[in-house]
């Protein structure tokens, strides 16, 4: 005779499927399995919604998938337009992103943001934070917040608009970083290699640099085994 599996072990079962692929194939199965993706936040670990060809999204949906955000490990919304206002977003991603306990990748490129007030939160484990072109960023009031994420490997921050000095504060308390990107940032040669020396685990550097310069920064790439970039 036929014995339903229990929900615990359907939900370990679907754990083998990507997001999308269980939401666009098991919820359609029946009812049950549907409130079983939809309740079990473990199940919404990698939500890459740049991959997903979406557009844009309204402040109904981005609730809709942030409530889920306990269950948070990777999260893109990378160049995704949000049909809500600055702030409210801020407010959306502070109310959710204190649940995300687990959150280690986070990419909010493109996103009109003021603060980073929203990772502010105990012992983050944030290891990869991309903000490229996040150009309404407060780049004063994000280098505290930045310098707080202990755990962080992969810091992108291209066309956001730091300063060198930004630049020099937030590596000085992020020696553990191997990836760096910094296209926009203007940086003589001695930011550069003062950057080299404070960040020791270093394996990726990406900057903006002249085609003059481009010699001489290969050349301190070779002699701190970095690998470079120039855009």
């Known amino acids: 005779m036929y014995t339903a599996l229990p929900d615990e072990a359907l939900v370990e079962v679907f754990k083998n499927f990507c997001l999308k692929e269980m939401l666009k194939t098991l919820c359609r199965v029946s009812r049950r399995w549907r409130h079983i993706v939809k309740d079990n936040n473990i199940l919404w670990s990698c939500l890459l ?33 949000m049909k809500t206002s600055e702030r409210r977003l801020e407010t959306l991603l502070g109310d959710s992103l204190g649940f995300s306990k687990h959150l280690r990748y986070l990419d909010l490129s ?3 943001i003021l603060s980073l007030n929203f990772l502010l939160t105990d012992s983050s ?36 608009g730091f300063t060198a000095n930004q630049v020099a ?6 020696c553990s970083l191997n990836v760096l990107c910094l296209v926009g940032v203007s940086l003589a ?5 003062l950057i080299l020396q404070k960040l020791n685990h270093l394996q990726f550097l990406e900057i903006s640099c002249s085609s003059e310069d481009e ?9 701190y085994d970095v ?3 120039c855009r």
């Not at 010699?215 to 002699?223: P, S």
Request: glycine fraction near 4%.
């Open 49 to 81: 919604l740049d991959e997903w060809h979406i557009r844009n999204l309204s402040e109904e949906q981005f609730i809709n998938i942030m409530s889920h955000s306990s269950g948070f490990r990777y999260l893109s919304i990378r160049y995704i337009e």
């Open 110 to 112: 493109g996103q009109p």
């Open 125 to 160: 484990p944030l290891e990869t934070l991309v903000l490229n072109d996040c150009q309404k960023l407060d780049t004063c009031c994000c280098i505290a917040i930045l310098e707080q994420l202990k755990n962080l490997r992969i810091l992108s921050v291209n066309r956001v």
């Open 169 to 174: 504060t937030i590596t000085a308390s992020s």
């Open 189 to 193: 040669r001695k930011d550069i290699r």
């Open 215 to 223: 010699e001489h920064i290969y050349a301190l790439g070779e002699e």
């Open 227 to 229: 690998s470079f970039v």
